[in-house]
């Protein structure tokens, strides 16, 4: 797919979440792809990948977002995206979806092979192995599923961050269980989500790290949203944000004063 | 049989959650269980080679499961036994409670069976007058706190040591033991005890099966208590109870699928006891039973052969699944409802009692995917619960309230000039209301998840207007 001399055209499946609550992740991530060599693009014809439809059973609904997707993206070398559960979607399961269908089949097959989580493409197809960029702090980082056991996320991550100036790394245990997000599974069954991401922000106070780094937004929401409502002083960060020198702001639910260094705010939010 | 009860998950989570002794045992068994497999796989060496060995055993298996089932019944006959086909439930009571007549049968000693539990063997035979006595220690517990099992190979993992000490107490005093025993040593010593009398009084002694071997008939069972080897050798009549599913062509593939299934449930190399038996006592042996039946199970099974969910059929039951489930682990195996618990039995309980009586169970899953990444021989069970849960929706199982919620966001999603419109104003309100705290304490509709965490505000406008409006940077 890579011409030599030639960047590759890399398409940005932005995610929703990322529009919605952090479009920091989408800057960072169109960064370090710049940096890397790609020529970027952000196709406006883009929403969702279709999951919260896909993983409800709604295929009707799904075909017509995954058909979308397909459209938006099919002519760029790359579909990259930050986030391991959005990309695991179009790359392992848009074939789901058309199993009666072999001309979109055939479509989404094409793309599949083309499609990567942001982290993983920097290093496994851009072989990059270091960036230029600074954060003092101990971290820690939550292994989210769909990008660890769909699609192999769980070194890439860790060895561009070892190359932040600064950073080091404390493991969790438990880091590769489940934060109990799920996407809609958390507000349809609250309190056994509420259950696993009170366990895994015991394993992230356990391990003494002052960050908390991941690959996936709507996990990183999660997490964040219980930590600061048992008042845990944790940041918290998407790994692209890190990567691209762009985390001297507020982490994420922090307040909007909350700079890096400065004390966080620990009241309540209002609503 | 008990009747299930899946369709109260819901309700039943949350006193599963405060249950406290519940909670200290679940997290204690999880830990150990995990730990002990990880442990085991390593040691191994390429365990991924050998589940793909296990799964290809099987799947040839049930793609030829007509011709093994014959030849494995001609196998049996030969060795003098018999076996029993039973299309579904009552039949196999029926089945067995005839036998059981036939001899005369007053006491009935059982190894584990989860076939039993699903066909309700025990109250079928208690109605009829027949003393069950289970002689796996897990079984022995539920039996006597009269419960059902939460796993489907540590029925009592939900019970913590000192309620075991406290049932023990309460209930052995009959047999003249009246001190309280703490130590887990004594506790199994005291059980012992009880049981050993209980094979010498037996009549029938019924046992599972781990796998039945197609080229000579024979049943492998294992065990760590060798309560297997004395309930089929110290009866007059012992019969098996077995799905269909639990074929493998030859010896030589038992001992792959034994490699994989004590590793994979217990993180052991080897069971304590493997057991083979095949057929009655024959002329010159020593002990052996008189008569020897195999009751082979159906329910649903050749269904799900012809269906999407054949692969479930490759189950071994180690519950490997639900060691590693995240949900089990939280509310334990009770909440479930009926016979299976976990991943599996999330599977196999809509479509054996139907989606209309489980529907919560595809559901109550994050897809995090642990457990289809440790099963022994490959079943993709969060793909299962993802095409269980498009059954829902096909057939309109889903809550309104959830499909009114797709209907709107889908109608958004594929409109993405006015998906922009709508999340910048959506945006913009939630910073509103977040009046630069960075997160909501509470927001409208969204209770499930603002009860126990913040919702962290929109840092700023939607990506997608920004981007628009700086260009490329």
New interface residues.
């Given amino acids: 797919m890579n011409t030599p001399g030639k960047a590759p055209r890399v398409g940005l499946f ?1 995610t ?1 979440l ?7 992740i ?2 960072a991530s ?2 370090l792809l710049e940096r890397a060599g790609c020529e ?1 693009e ?1 196709p ?5 990948c ?1 999951q ?8 009707g ?1 799904s075909r ?2 995954a058909r ?1 997707v397909i459209e938006a993206f099919e002519s760029f070398d790359y579909i990259v995206g930050p986030s391991g559960s959005c990309m695991s979607t179009i790359r392992a399961h848009y074939r ?1 979806l058309f199993e009666d269908d072999p001309q979109w089949l055939e479509r989404a097959n094409r793309l599949s092979e083309r499609v990567y989580e942001l982290l993983s493409f920097l290093t496994d197809v851009m072989d990059i192995d270091g960036v230029d960029a600074e954060y003092r702090g101990i971290a820690t980082y939550h292994d989210s ?2 990008g660890l ?2 699609l192999g996320v769980k070194s890439q991550p860790r060895k561009l961050l070892g190359s932040v100036a600064g950073f080091s790394l404390n493991e969790m245990n438990d880091c ?3 934060c ?18 009170t ?1 895994k922000v015991g394993s992230i106070e356990a391990s003494g790290a002052d960050t908390l780094v991941g690959g996936d937004l709507g996990c990183l ?2 997490m ?3 930590l ?2 048992l008042d845990q002083r944790v940041k918290v960060y998407h790994a692209a944000e890190i990567l691209a020198n762009m985390a001297d ?2 982490g ?7 700079g890096r260094g400065a004390a966080p ?1 620990r ?5 | 049989m008990k009747a299930a009860a899946s369709h109260l998950f ?1 309700q039943r ?2 006193a599963a ?1 405060a249950d406290a002794d519940l909670q200290a045992a679940m997290g204690k068994a999880q830990d150990g269980f995990v730990g002990k497999r990880e442990q085991a796989v390593s040691d191994y060496g390429d365990f991924d080679a050998l589940r793909d060995v296990g799964q290809e055993i099987k799947d040839h298996t049930l793609a030829h499961l007509d011709y093994y089932l014959e030849r494995y019944e001609a196998e049996v006959q030969r060795s003098g036994g018999h076996v029993h086909w039973a299309r579904n439930s009552e039949e196999a009571r029926r089945i067995i409670l005839d036998i059981c007549e036939r001899v005369d049968a007053k006491n009935v000693t059982k190894g584990k069976s989860m076939v039993s539990e699903e066909i309700g063997l025990n109250d079928a035979l208690e109605e009829s007058g027949i003393a069950v006595h289970e002689t796996d220690l897990g079984e022995y517990i539920i039996q006597i706190a009269r419960e059902t099992p939460s796993h489907i190979i540590a029925p009592a993992v939900h019970k913590t040591k000192d309620q075991i000490s406290d049932l023990f107490h309460a209930n052995h005093g009959r047999y003249g033991f009246h001190q309280r025993l703490t130590e887990v040593p004594a506790l199994v010593n005291e059980a012992r005890q009880i049981l050993r009398q209980r094979y010498l009084e037996a009549d029938v002694g019924i046992t599972g099966a781990n796998f039945l071997i197609a080229e000579n008939g024979a049943n492998l069972l294992v065990t760590n208590e060798g309560n297997g080897d004395l309930t089929c050798t110290m009866s007059r009549v012992h019969i098996v109870t077995a799905g269909i599913e639990k074929l493998v062509p030859t010896l030589e593939d038992a001992t792959a699928m034994v490699r994989l299934l004590t590793r994979s449930a217990t993180g052991q190399e080897f069971s304590a006891y493997t057991t083979l038996s095949s057929g009655p006592r024959r002329d010159g042996d020593q002990d052996g039973p008189e008569e020897y039946h195999v009751v082979l199970v159906d329910n649903v099974r050749t269904e799900m052969l012809g269906s999407e969910f054949r692969s479930m059929l490759r189950c071994i039951r180690c519950g490997a699944c639900m060691n590693h489930c ?2 089990y682990g ?2 334990g195996g009770h909440v479930y409802g009926w016979v299976y618990p976990g991943p599996m039995g999330s599977v196999l309980t809509p479509l054996n009692i139907g989606l209309e009586q489980a529907g919560d169970l595809p ?8 457990c ?2 440790v099963c022994p021989v490959n079943i993709p069970l969060p ?1 299962l619960l ?1 095409r ?7 057939a309109g199982l ?1 809550s309104r309230y ?1 499909r009114a919620g ?1 209907k709107l ?2 109608a ?3 409109r ?1 000039a006015v ?1 922009r419109v709508l ?1 910048r104003c ?2 913009a309100v939630m910073r509103m ?11 409208p509709l ?19 207007s ?3 409006q700086r260009g ?2």
């Fill in positions: 932005v929703c990322v529009d919605l609550f952090r479009p920091g989408g800057f169109i960064k970027v952000v406006a014809a883009q929403t969702c279709g919260p439809a896909f993983n409800s059973g709604d295929y609904t017509r977002i979308q789901d599923c769909s056991r769909e590769e269980v489940c109990g997000f799920g996407g809609t599974f958390c507000v349809k069954y609250p309190e056994i989500s509420t259950r696993m991401v366990d929401m999660n964040s949203g219980r600061s409502r702001g507020p994420i639910g922090e307040a909007e004063d909350a705010d009241g309540r939010g209002q609503g | 819901k989570v949350p959650l995240p949900v939280a509310v559901n109550a899953c994050t897809l995090n995917g642990r289809g990444s793909d993802r269980l849960r498009r059954r829902q929706h096909e889903d959830s797709l966001w889908s958004l999603a594929t993405p998906y999340t959506g945006v209301l977040a009046r630069g705290r960075g997160r909501l304490g509470s927001l969204a209770g499930g998840w603002t009860d126990s965490r913040d919702m962290p505000a929109p840092a700023g406008r939607t990506f997608h920004l981007y628009r490329r940077r």
